[in-house]
Nanobody, 118 residues
Framework: QVQLVESGGGLVQAGGSLRLSCAAS????????MNWFRQAPGKEREFVSG????????AYADSVKGRFTISRDNTKNTVYLQMNSLKPEDTAVYYC???????????WGQGTQVTVSS
């Protein structure tokens, strides 16, 4: 089992920045990748960014490329999402997600609210 706890959400004005953190615990050695998803009211949950736990290759949704940066600290079992130049359309609940390929499992955090005012 893997447990994920997000933090760092909040209210920010358009153009501002926030940094989200996701701390993993439990069987963290089994994690292959960690991702950020978001879900806005009335919309489906969508992929935002991901990072491979080993090697560190990254991926981003087109809507956040050039504005968001994902990183990890393996020593702290933590993934970060630095969000710059925030827009009102970035308003959503942001969820941390972990993928474990050995048992084909995925894990989700409880989510953290990000609100960007215009």
């Amino acid at each position: 089992q893997v447990q994920l706890v997000e933090s760092g959400g909040g209210l920010v004005q358009a153009g501002g920045s926030l940094r989200l953190s996701c701390a993993a615990s439990g069987r963290t050695f089994s994690i292959n990748a960690m991702n950020w998803f978001r879900q806005a009211p009335g919309k489906e949950r969508e992929f935002v960014s991901g990072i491979m736990w080993s090697g560190g290759s990254t991926a981003y949704a087109d809507s956040v490329k050039g504005r968001f940066t994902i990183s990890r600290d393996n020593t702290k079992n933590t993934v970060y999402l630095q969000m710059n130049s925030l827009k009102p359309e970035d308003t959503a609940v942001y969820y941390c997600h972990a993928r474990v390929e050995s048992n084909r499992s995925t894990y989700w955090g409880q989510g953290t609210q990000v609100t960007v005012s215009s």
